[in-house]
């Protein structure tokens, strides 16, 4: 199973390219769909695998009470920290370094695990030709790091990107600043920055646009597999795009 990551600032729309590519796609999956089908196909928790044969959807409330509290959860997560032993190393060296200029690491944390145990997972499950996943570990690197970047970060940048496991295909969204701040402030904020005053929430968003560019260098250097798509144009146009080299 070939991985698709999506990379872009918040409000750049990635979110929504991720979910319509992988409706028209065939052979692709989203990687909440991914952990549903591998927890029911062969889960080690006989409740989750109930949970994840009576749910319809990855939105089910059943299924998500039942996979928090899963055994297949952790060890999952055991099993992506033994086949990637730095990549949480680096995500807490990063964390402490930059404390003082941090928000949110708790949360940050939270998340970075949760993509750890449900990629491990969807990826030893592997019965689609795609994964697409509009939060991967690429755009996790701008949670990581948008808070008071600065460029003493780069190494820590640098070091995280290649602990982490490399996509086969990035699709990296851009969008003017202004267009991803008037959706963010008509579809709301991420928790992480919600109660900021709008100068900071507008800081952190200029630092956001500031480490996607970054990542995209880094991977770019790295002769990861990039495409760039505009998220001011219409939705199928993008799609078009994307789609034309996901068929070469």
Same mark, same amino acid.
């Given at each position: 199973m070939r991985?698709? @990551?999506? =990379?872009?600032?918040?409000?750049?729309?990635?979110?929504?390219?991720?979910r319509e590519l992988t409706r028209s796609l065939p052979g692709a999956i989203d990687l909440e769909e991914a952990v549903r089908a591998a927890v029911k196909? #062969?889960?080690?928790?006989?409740?989750?695998? +109930?949970?994840?044969? =009576?749910s319809r959807s990855s939105s089910? #409330?059943?299924?998500?009470? &039942?996979?928090?509290?899963?055994?297949?959860? %952790?060890?999952?997560?055991?099993? %992506?920290? @033994?086949?990637?032993?730095? !990549?949480?190393?680096?995500?807490?060296?990063?964390?402490?370094?930059?404390?003082?200029?941090d928000r949110g690491q708790?949360? &940050?944390l939270g998340w970075m695990l949760n993509l750890m145990a449900r990629y491990q997972l969807a990826v030893e499950w592997g019965q689609r030709?795609?994964? &697409? =996943?509009?939060?991967?570990?690429?755009?996790?690197?701008?949670?990581?790091?948008?808070?008071?970047?600065?460029?003493?970060d780069l190494?820590?940048? +640098?070091?995280?990107?290649?602990?982490?496991p490399q996509p086969d295909l990035v699709v990296t969204v851009n969008a003017p600043f202004e267009i991803c701040e008037d959706r963010l402030n008509q579809r709301g904020w991420s928790e992480r920055v919600l109660?900021?005053? !709008?100068? @900071?929430?507008?800081?952190?968003l200029a630092d956001a646009v500031t480490v996607n560019e970054a990542i995209s260098n880094?991977?770019?250097a790295a002769a990861l597999r990039l495409i760039p798509v505009d998220g001011s144009a219409p939705i199928p146009d993008s799609l078009l795009t994307v789609a034309a080299t996901l068929r070469d």
């Open positions: 991985v698709v @990551e999506f =990379l872009g600032p918040p409000g750049s729309g990635k979110t929504s390219l991720a196909a #062969r889960g080690e928790d006989g409740m989750a695998r +109930t949970a994840a044969g =009576l089910s #409330r059943l299924w998500r009470a &039942v996979y928090a509290r899963s055994t297949d959860r %952790f060890s999952g997560l055991a099993r %992506f920290l @033994e086949a990637n032993p730095r !990549a949480l190393e680096t995500v807490l060296a990063s964390q402490r370094t930059r404390a003082e200029r708790d949360l &940050v030709d795609w994964l &697409v =996943l509009d939060e991967g570990f690429c755009q996790r690197g701008v949670a990581l790091f948008a808070h008071g970047f600065a460029p003493e190494p820590l940048l +640098t070091a995280y990107l290649t602990s982490i109660a900021l005053p !709008a100068a @900071e929430r507008n800081a952190f880094h991977l770019q």
